[in-house]
């Protein structure tokens, strides 16, 4: 395993962003990988502990070799990046489907297509995840949401969304998730999760949707990791 930590000069958002960017032991320019982008990097690094389990699970034979880039984000500019209503939310995409995905593919041996490329995020993770995948499906052909914190007017912009391009979207959702305390009030996220599970079942959309006994915290997230990692790579 190798972490390697860059700065980005984002032109879109108008500041330098770090990247950590994983590659697997074997790693060699020969060969090209799909890309695994995560939002909250910091956190899947320190509290999902996804870089020792990247190792282990490819050590184990259960998983190929990927590359993943963790983005980390400042807490306070979180929801302005994550929540489509923050005012950093569309230059925020732009930066992850432009300038991202672009210096990763030209400094690093990648799969050039979009079904190489998934986005991770858990809670409002999920949701910049997600709305990033769906408004750039060709740079983007895969996203796992942990307990994405949706709501009915999230999920009335999904309903909306064209979906011209396949997409294959893993949702998972704790079944204790019911009064979720948010920045947009308490939230039963369990009830938004199985409403938009019925919006992406009308989408030309590939979608896998698992629960887990549990509530909105990293312990559950961290545990499900490997199911979520081998359901989509395996």
Known sequence: MALEEIILESRHLGTPEKLIVYTPQRYSPLYSYPVLYVQDGEDYLAMGRMASLLDQLNGDKELPDIIAVFLPVEKSRRNDRYHPDGKEHMAYRRFLAEEVVSYVDTHYSTHPLGNARTLLGESLGGVVSLFTALNYPHTFGQVACQSIAMDAKLNRLVADADFSVPQTIYLEIGTEETAVSTGRGTLNLLAANEEL???????????IYETFEGDHTWGHWQRNLPRMLKTLYG
């Open 197 to 207: 599970r019925e919006i992406l079942g009308t989408k030309k959309a590939t979608l």
